[in-house]
């Protein structure tokens, strides 16, 4: 079977599951309501739909996750399969409640078919989606090591190609240098004012080669000395960096400190002259009433304290927790 015949089943298994609990749902709910009224008070009748849309809420709930989690190869442990037998459970009583208490038991069997079809449904379902992700999941292992034995096969085909071109250089190398041997030996043969010649233009090159050899180790050695320099004078003023932003959000915290300090005592002051008598004037009154706002005082006490009544003291309470709630939803965005 292939991803699209697999895909395909999935789909009529995802279908099937959901027509048929759309379909007891819809039968619930036609059933139950007509006894939820009758055992309802007559002024909250129009609540007896409501319990057959719970139970049937949750059996959504348990076939969608169920599907999530079968998908995923998971399992959801006891609870998952307790909240599944439960809702079907309750939808079978509620179905058979009325006949039963009517004792038809007709209507009993008629009623419970929707029910025992919705529990095996989900049972069934939930069996099926697990076993097709579980073949799902050995064809894609097959499929795998499948690839994984062509590209070993690859491999290999590609380690003997190298080895026989590696032994065909090799040979070609072997027979070079025997080619240069003889012509050397035929060469020593012929002179040996050459010989020396050559040797003296070898230790040359030699001593070339070691010297250069010597000017780039000089040079790679004086490259990594400032490689290290430039990282330790990084590393400083990363250091100098932490230790100034560090300084600052202290100076920050100590500038907060202070005018939360100074704000206190503040509103200290103007909440320690006690109640009066007469009204103060509106502005003194509103920063009696806003220091007694912050204080958590109660509307009463700080409408004794500016002489105001207790309906305007209301008010500015009101526009303090407008602005307190404005400045936190700006604080949280």
Same mark, same amino acid.
């Given at each position: 079977?292939?991803?699209?015949?697999?895909?395909?089943?999935?789909?009529?298994?995802?279908?099937?599951?959901?027509?048929?609990?759309?379909?007891?749902? #819809?039968?619930?709910?036609?059933?139950?309501?007509? #006894?939820?009224? @009758?055992?309802?008070?007559?002024?909250?009748?129009?609540?007896?739909?409501?319990?057959?849309?719970?139970?049937?809420?949750?059996?959504?709930?348990?076939? @969608?996750?169920?599907?999530?989690?079968?998908?995923?190869?998971?399992?959801?442990?006891?609870?998952?399969?307790?909240?599944?037998?439960?809702?079907?459970?309750?939808?079978?009583?509620?179905?058979?409640?009325?006949?039963?208490?009517?004792?038809?038991?007709?209507?009993?069997?008629?009623?419970?078919?929707?029910?025992?079809?919705?529990?095996?449904?989900?049972?069934?379902?939930?069996?099926?989606?697990?076993?097709?992700?579980?073949?799902?999941?050995? =064809?894609?292992?097959?499929?795998?090591?499948?690839?994984?034995?062509?590209?070993?096969?690859?491999?290999?085909?590609?380690?003997?190609?190298?080895?026989?071109?590696?032994?065909?250089?090799?040979?070609?190398?072997?027979?070079?240098?025997?080619?240069?041997?003889?012509?050397?030996?035929?060469?020593?043969?012929?002179?040996?004012?050459?010989?020396?010649?050559?040797?003296?233009?070898?230790?040359?090159?030699?001593?070339?080669?070691?010297?250069?050899?010597?000017?780039?180790?000089?040079?790679?050695?004086?490259?990594?000395?400032?490689?290290?320099?430039?990282?330790?004078?990084?590393?400083?003023?990363?250091?100098?960096?932490?230790?100034?932003?560090?300084?600052?959000?202290?100076?920050?915290?100590?500038?907060?400190?202070?005018?939360?300090?100074?704000?206190?005592?503040?509103?200290?002051?103007?909440?320690?002259?006690?109640?009066?008598?007469? @009204?103060?004037?509106?502005?003194?009154?509103?920063?009696?009433?806003?220091?007694?706002?912050?204080?958590?005082?109660?509307?009463?006490?700080?409408?004794?304290?500016?002489?105001?009544?207790?309906?305007?003291?209301?008010?500015?309470?009101?526009?303090?927790?407008?602005?307190?709630?404005?400045? =936190?939803?700006?604080?949280?965005?």
């Amino acid at each position: 079977m292939n991803g699209v015949q697999t895909r395909s089943a999935e789909r009529a298994l995802s279908g099937g599951t959901w027509l048929i609990v759309c379909g007891a749902m #819809l039968y619930s709910i036609l059933t139950v309501t007509p #006894l939820m009224a @009758k055992h309802t008070a007559d002024e909250w009748a129009w609540t007896a739909p409501i319990l057959p849309l719970v139970v049937d809420a949750a059996v959504v709930i348990v076939v @969608k996750l169920d599907d999530v989690l079968a998908r995923l190869g998971g399992h959801g442990g006891r609870w998952p399969i307790t909240l599944r037998w439960m809702t079907g459970l309750m939808t079978l009583a509620l179905n058979t409640a009325d006949s039963a208490l009517r004792k038809d038991l007709v209507g009993v069997a008629v009623h419970s078919v929707a029910p025992l079809l919705l529990i095996v449904t989900a049972e069934t379902s939930l069996a099926y989606r697990r076993a097709i992700a579980h073949a799902v999941a050995a =064809l894609e292992a097959e499929q795998r090591a499948e690839r994984e034995r062509r590209e070993q096969a690859a491999r290999e085909r590609a380690e003997r190609a190298r080895a026989e071109a590696r032994e065909e250089r090799e040979h070609a190398a072997m027979l070079a240098r025997e080619q240069r041997e003889h012509e050397a030996r035929i060469a020593r043969e012929q002179t040996e004012r050459e010989e020396a010649a050559r040797q003296a233009e070898r230790a040359e090159r030699e001593a070339r080669e070691r010297a250069e050899r010597e000017g780039r180790e000089r040079r790679e050695r004086e490259r990594e000395q400032q490689q290290r320099e430039r990282e330790r004078i990084e590393r400083e003023a990363a250091q100098r960096r932490e230790r100034e932003r560090l300084e600052r959000e202290q100076e920050a915290r100590r500038q907060q400190q202070e005018r939360a300090e100074c704000e206190r005592r503040e509103r200290a002051a103007l909440l320690s002259g006690g109640p009066v008598s007469e @009204k103060l004037p509106e502005d003194r009154a509103r920063a009696v009433v806003q220091a007694a706002f912050a204080e958590g005082l109660a509307v009463r006490a700080a409408a004794e304290l500016c002489g105001w009544s207790v309906g305007w003291v209301s008010t500015r309470y009101a526009e303090h927790r407008e602005g307190a709630g404005l400045v =936190l939803e700006g604080a949280s965005s």
